[in-house]
């Protein structure tokens, strides 16, 4: 019997969430979400504080159960994935071992999975080679982020899931923990990733997904969610202009004002440019640029007050 355009699409996804729900009493985590990922995507789960992110990750890893709908993995349930080492996780939570070495752990971990990677290639692929004899409870969090990495990497899994993996990282190590992760997605694996910082996902992700209260409430390209935002925004050093002559401008929607140095939001960025330049005619250092991720962040993911 030829199999129905759903179960098709589920057998060739990477990750197949469809009608999840899971609620917690009167408080709906998630609320019917439906998200395919293909393999091969690097996916950004973006939204505020309780929109659903850890409880949508905890259900895909298995760790839940959904109170309604489906998950699949490469066309498995969570468990068979996770038991066959296709899915490596890093949580921000997860517990090291204070009285193991990083290499210790490393491989202690790898001794669970049929097709793991050497411990060396973890090492070299983290950059932990140099922690490697180092125990647990002398890791910084920043290190301890990397050995979290370490341990997910070492299975070699097809997809990856990370919740906030650079939290307590410095520049440095961020930049080398990309580094690695471009060296991983490069050979055409798939990894789904929280994060809180909105410059990665619009540096590393194919694709975000924003949710809101239990919902998706965008999906797409970083380019197609940023002009979701609409509008632009007018940067102009504005020497002597007050706040509410600036929101005055045609366009304009909200303002920024911090010493001499102004933000404008606008709808319109053509007249905005005309009238402020007509009005401030000293005004210097002035960019207009296209809406951000940032932007389209707090435009999809803040909630409105209902009316009353």
Not at 41 to 57: D, H, I, Q
Not at 82 to 98: C, E, R, S
Not at 245 to 263: K, M
Request: net charge negative; glycine share 10%.
């Amino acid at each position: 019997m030829r199999k129905n355009v759903a179960d098709e699409v589920s057998a060739g996804a990477a990750v197949h969430l469809a009608g999840l729900r899971k609620h917690y009493g009167e408080v709906r985590a998630v609320d019917g979400v439906d998200l395919t990922i293909a393999p091969g995507e690097v996916v950004a789960l973006l939204g505020p504080n309780g929109a659903g992110k850890s409880t949508t990750v905890d259900m895909l890893l298995g760790l839940s159960t959904p109170d309604s709908g489906t998950v699949t993995v490469f066309g498995r349930s969570p468990a068979d994935a996770v038991a066959d080492g296709a899915i490596g996780a890093m949580l921000q939570g997860a517990t090291l071992l204070d009285d193991a070495t990083v290499a210790e752990m490393i491989a202690m971990v790898g001794s669970l999975h049929r097709n793991a990677m050497p411990a060396g290639e973890v090492l070299r692929r983290c950059g932990l080679t140099e922690l490697a004899g180092r125990r647990g409870s002398k890791l910084s969090g920043g290190q301890k982020q990397r050995v979290r990495f370490a341990i997910a990497l070492v299975s070699d899994p097809d997809l990856l899931v990370l919740d906030e993996p650079t939290a307590a990282m410095d520049v440095g190590a961020r930049r080398e923990f990309w580094r690695s992760m471009r060296e991983y997605t490069d050979t055409g694996r798939t990894v789904l990733f929280a994060t809180h910082y909105l410059e990665e996902a619009e540096e590393f992700a194919d694709r975000v997904v924003f949710l809101r209260s239990g919902r998706i409430v965008a999906d797409g390209t970083v380019a197609t969610v940023r002009a979701l935002a609409g509008g632009r925004t007018v940067r102009a050093v504005v020497p002597g202009a007050g706040e509410p002559e600036l929101l005055a401008l045609p366009g304009v929607t909200a303002v920024d004002l911090r010493a001499d140095r102004a933000t404008l939001s606008s709808d319109d960025s053509d007249r905005t440019l005309r009238a402020l330049l007509s009005r401030y005619g000293h005004a210097y250092d002035i960019e207009v640029a296209a809406a951000g991720l940032e932007d389209a962040f707090l435009s999809l993911t803040t909630e409105t007050e209902p009316a009353r």
